[in-house]
């Protein structure tokens, strides 16, 4: 695991179906190291796009300069403007031009994904980097155990 049973997460981590990353991201650490030294929160929510496929994802689209990144390695922050006010957080998840991510929608500390993106100040400046402590921005698994009756499925928001 690591020093202090911290083990950061890497790209074989990533490189699965979305709907796997996104049920194991819950209880994971979003670390955010800033000015200031890392900060870090338990994702509590997380929400699935699984492709071109999948008719509310914007790589269902095809591809666009905005979804570029969506297209690519898994493990990638895919990070965008909605309502030209608030950033959304998404990491990037399974082969190649599968074009799926996991938006990042609650943490332990923050509920809702533009809450979130604020109180940890990210922004389009990440949109791209790995996953990593060299962006800032990365995943740890601190041993956090999210038993499968903690978690809660529902329809994805605005969708039936």
Sequence with gaps: MGRHG?????????????????????GMELVRNRDDGPNSSIVTETEAYEGAHDLASHSSRGRTRRTEVMFGPAGRFYVYRIYGLHWMLNVTAGEPGEAAAVLIRGLEAVS?????????????????????????????DRGHVVAPRQVLKTARPGWR
């Design 6 to 26: 911290r083990r950061v997460l890497r790209t074989d981590f990533f490189n699965r179906p979305a709907a796997f990353v996104a049920r194991e991201l819950l």
């Design 112 to 140: 809702g994904p533009a809450r979130l993106t604020a109180a940890l100040g990210i922004d389009g400046s990440l949109n791209g980097l790995e996953a990593a402590k060299q962006s800032g921005l990365w995943f740890e």
